[in-house]
């Protein structure tokens, strides 16, 4: 969680983007999501002046439990930001609370929630019913997609496939499809755990893991929240 945040004014033209992609969310990708913010930013003459990120995590998740969240939250106080942007609405959640809760947050640092699509940006009493009816949809969107899921689920078993993730650390044995030690990303894990005891942040951990040649899944760099899940495997404090 997040450590406690002083309030600076704010100022409505310097900004501070959120990013938020789930595992069952592609449709507007990380770097799809950065381009709108950056956009908004010229498009407006604002000066975007950090962008954190929550890669693959549920818009159900609590704010207090979302790494990439709480530092936007604490660049808002840092900076003066009077803004927190993201791409879409439904990027800062797909719960009603959550929602509510993340913007109160903001709120209380000086900063409005707004979206690079300028849906429900406005002041006036019909601009918050759109912003609570795109709430509302978004929670039932999520809804649908994790029936769906448990559905598709329930079927994979009963046909015998596996299901769910590899877990970083591990990978399919080609001669019988079942999960062996991947030597690299073991290696991987143990330096993450050796450079957080070294009191390095979690960016700064990406950036050696880069430097040493070690590359995550499919991205080029490592995401915050891969870190986090990598610590708390292994009951390493992570706040910071």
């Not at 950065?34 to 604002?46: K, Q």
């Not at 079927?155 to 999960?179: C, D, F, H, M, T």
């Not at 005891?197 to 929240?225: C, E, F, N």
Request: proline share 3%.
């Amino acid at each position: 969680m997040a450590t406690r945040r002083k309030k600076r004014r704010a100022d409505p033209k310097v900004v501070v983007g959120y990013v938020r992609v789930s595992t069952d969310e592609q449709a507007l990708g990380p770097e799809a999501q950065r381009e709108a913010i950056e956009s908004w930013c010229l498009a407006e003459g604002a000066t975007l002046v950090a962008v954190h990120d929550d890669i693959g995590v549920s818009g159900g998740t609590p704010a207090e439990k979302r790494p990439g969240l709480n530092l936007a939250l604490d660049a808002v106080a840092e900076h003066g930001a009077g803004v927190l942007l993201v791409a879409k609405r439904d990027r800062l959640a797909r719960d009603i609370v959550v929602g509510a809760v993340a913007e109160r947050m903001a709120e209380r640092l000086g900063a409005r929630v707004l979206s690079a699509d300028g849906t429900g940006n406005g002041d006036g009493p019909e601009h918050q019913l759109m912003r609570h009816l795109i709430d509302c949809f978004a929670s039932y969107e999520r809804a649908l997609i994790g029936a769906r899921t448990k559905a598709a689920l329930r079927v994979k078993k009963q046909r015998g496939e596996r299901v769910g993730a590899i877990p970083l650390g591990y990978r399919l044995a080609s001669e019988n499809g079942k999960l062996e030690e991947d030597p690299r990303e073991q290696e991987a894990i143990v330096l993450i755990h050796e450079l957080r005891g070294k009191g390095l942040s979690l960016r700064a951990i990406d950036k050696a893991l880069r430097a040493k040649g070690y590359r995550p899944r499919g991205g080029k760099r490592w995401h915050v929240q891969t870190i986090v899940n990598v610590l708390r495997a292994g009951d390493v404090a992570v706040a910071g």
